[in-house]
């Protein structure tokens, strides 16, 4: 449950620094990690 509220924060600042931000291109390349880890990942309902 921790680590679920830890990633929620981390998608809800990502959104956040997005909207304010240069284009992905700029970011860290752990940003990009993060993505795709995400798309590997099935949705959890």
């Known amino acids: 449950i ?3 509220g830890y990633r929620a924060a ?3 600042l ?3 620094a997005a909207s304010t ?3 992905p291109s700029q970011l860290p ?3 990009r990690r ?3 880890l995400e798309v590997t990942l ?3 309902k």
Do not use: G, N, Q
Request: glycine content about 0%; charged content about 40%; overall charge positive.
């Open 29 to 31: 390349s752990a940003s």
């Open 14 to 16: 990502r959104d956040e």
């Open 21 to 23: 931000s240069p284009p």
């Open 42 to 44: 099935p949705p959890r």
């Open 34 to 36: 993060v993505d795709r």
């Open 10 to 12: 981390m998608i809800r």
């Open 2 to 4: 921790r680590s679920l």
